[in-house]
Nanobody, 115 residues
């Protein structure tokens, strides 16, 4: 199976930047698409950005122009560079992998943006 571990969250002020990482291990050959999702308190989990096996990328409108998603050449690590962070970006950010055996999720990493 596939295991995902996120890192890089933290507390920043509005306008600052963070970079999240998601390290995949196990049967990574099973992975098709990957992505970042987030869940704020009292809200549903929402898509932030996705990247396909062929590096096709999709962003939520709320993060376009501020966030960038990419994977390393070996496709073992996925990143999310977040610029110009806003208080409304505060959430737990989850790494997702769509595999041939179903979705896999990381444990999440907290991002808090103070105003």
């Amino acid at each position: 199976q596939v295991q995902l571990v996120e890192s890089g969250g933290g507390l920043v002020q509005a306008g600052e930047s963070l970079r999240l990482s998601c390290a995949a291990s196990g049967s990574i050959f099973l992975i098709n698409d990957m992505g970042w999702y987030r869940q704020a308190p009292g809200k549903q989990r929402e898509l932030v950005a996705t990247i396909s096996r062929t590096d096709r990328i999709n962003y939520a409108d709320s993060v376009k122009g501020r966030f960038t998603i990419w994977r390393d050449g070996a496709k073992r690590t996925m990143y999310l560079q977040m610029l110009s962070l806003k208080p409304e970006d505060t959430a737990v950010y989850y790494c997702n992998a769509v595999t041939v055996l179903g979705d896999r999720w990381g444990q999440g990493t907290q991002v808090t943006v103070s105003s």
